[in-house]
């Protein structure tokens, strides 16, 4: 009898990835970054237990966005008091913070539960081409 191997969380090897989102689509890096964080590429990928990588993206501020989304698209704020809803601008976040929106994108395609969160927290971004995790990148 065969049994499917579940993956545990001290037996688990992280790598680390950096994906450069230079020329291309937001969407598709974020898909990307988002299977990668979750550790499905990987055989030993077990839902309940964070088996992913830790992700770069470089050059975030360089992505092409498709249709009129820099424009149209809004991202909403609240902190629970009344009339407090602040509204941004999608090409504004884009300048501004590159790093929030990446992380609010990606943020929606992992779990919504405390795994999500751990997962999330293994995401570095960077509008520019450099990143100070040289030294746990191999090769």
Not at 46 to 74: M, Q, R, W, Y
């Amino acid at each position: 009898m065969k049994f499917t191997q579940m993956a545990k969380a001290n037996e688990i090897e992280r790598d680390w990835i950096v994906v450069d989102a230079t020329d291309k689509v937001f969407g598709r890096i974020i898909t990307e970054v988002a299977t990668l964080l979750r550790g499905k590429h990987k055989p030993s990928y077990t839902p309940n237990v964070d088996c992913g990588d830790n992700v770069i993206i470089i050059n975030a501020s360089k992505a092409k966005f498709t249709g009129a989304k820099l424009e149209d698209k809004n991202y909403y704020t609240h902190s629970g008091y009344f009339g407090s809803t602040k509204t941004h601008k999608m090409s504004d976040m884009l300048e501004n913070n590159p790093e929030k929106l990446y992380k609010l994108a990606t943020r929606g395609m992992l779990p919504k539960t405390k795994l999500g969160k751990t997962m999330l927290k293994k995401l570095k971004v960077y509008a520019g081409s450099e990143h100070p995790h040289t030294a746990q990148i191999k090769g």
